[in-house]
Structure formats: C-alpha cells, structure tokens
C-alpha cells in the first residue's frame, strides 16, 4: 500500500472511530464549528457531527465538539498509531484551551459513574443473611475495583503500530462572549508531537 492510499485509510478509520464514538449532544445557544489551521486539515460530516481530521508525522488524530448546555460540551478524540513501533498515549495528551486558559475536563467514565450517584448512600448488601453478607461485600468490592481498572485502562493505553484509541470528555465551557466570538483549541499530544485543532463558536 503506497503512502496516499495508507493515509487515506487512517482517516477513514479515524472518521468511523469517532462518528461511533460521539454522543448525541445538541444545544440550541451554542454551536462550535471547526477551522481547519492549513490544508491538511480535513473536515467530513458523518451522523450530524462535523469531524476535523489531520495527520501528523506518527500519528493521526480527529475531534469533534457538541454543546450539550451554555456551560458544558462533549469532545470526542480519536488517536491512530501510525508508526512502527508502539507508543504511550492517555488522557494527559489531550487538552483544550482558550487563550491562556487550560479548560476543564472530566473523561466519560467520570461523568457516567457521577450520573449513577445522587447523593444517596446504598448498600446492596444491607438485606443480605450474617452469613452471606462477607461474601457479598467481597463481590462489590471486587466489581468496583474491576470497573476501575477497566477505565485506567482507557485512561492509559500504549498504542501498538495501527492501533487507534477513541476518547469522550466533558467540557466545562467559558461564557459567552456577545461581543467577540469564543475560540477553543483542541491539543493532542503524543510522544513530543502536538496536533492543534481550532473550534470557532457561532455567535
């Protein structure tokens, strides 16, 4: 495979990362359009979402941005490997800034297991027989450590050659500025090389 067609197939692996990965998030007062920074940024509109896509020399990367509220958004990252040896890539190679400021973030599996929780301690092992209650709070510690492992896991992964890694976070927006439009910048970051997307809001 010649080096156009290899690069044409990490985008469109990127791209159908991402369009499975994205929520489904509108918000009606803001609305966030990506600009390509030159021309070998790409952009495609896959499910509603609108992609920005470009290569860099190790790795492809992809991002996509939806409003979920005035304050808050999902971005969704896609990371392929496109070198030949494996490399090291977590959740720290990705952030978002405007201007000066680093925004704030949490990944999906944070934002999920918060949904779960309203405020109310249970104990799924309250009713359980005395005889039967040690071995049901070694289960629920066993599926808590579990369901931890399994998002450092996602949190922190070493990615083989042609292995791509999908990301979800929530974002904790800027106000609006009626004045002078917002403007994000998506950075992800592997191994020393940054790829730096940009996000334009619609006022």
């Known amino acids: 495979m010649n080096g156009i067609l290899r690069r044409h197939a990490g985008r ?22 990506p600009v390509p920074a ?15 896509s470009a290569a860099g020399r190790g790795f492809h990367a992809g ?7 005035s304050r808050r958004a999902w971005l969704s990252v896609s990371v ?3 070198g030949t040896v494996p490399v090291p890539f977590n959740d720290a190679g990705i952030q978002v800034q405007h201007g000066d400021n680093t925004l704030g973030m949490k990944s999906a599996e944070e934002v ?16 359980a027989s005395e005889s039967s209650q040690i071995n049901c709070n070694i289960e629920s510690f066993n599926n808590k450590q579990e369901a931890r492992t399994k998002e450092l896991s996602a949190a ?7 292995a791509l890694v999908a990301r979800q976070f929530q974002l904790e927006l800027p106000k609006r500025s009626k004045a002078i439009p917002l ?19 619609l006022n």
């Open 80 to 82: 392929k490997n496109t």
């Open 112 to 127: 999920m297991g918060q949904g779960k929780d309203d405020g109310l301690v249970r104990d799924k092992c309250a009713n």
């Open 63 to 69: 991002a996509t941005l939806a409003p979920t509220s």
């Open 38 to 52: 030159t021309e070998y940024q790409k952009l495609q509109v896959i499910n509603g979402a609108t992609i920005i």
């Open 12 to 33: 469109v692996f990127l791209l159908a990362a991402l369009a499975g990965a994205s929520l489904v998030a509108s918000a009606a007062d803001r609305r966030f359009v």
């Open 183 to 201: 403007s994000l910048k998506v950075r992800v970051t592997v191994e020393g090389e940054t790829i730096e997307f940009d996000f334009n809001e």
């Open 156 to 162: 922190k992964a070493v990615l083989a050659p042609g």
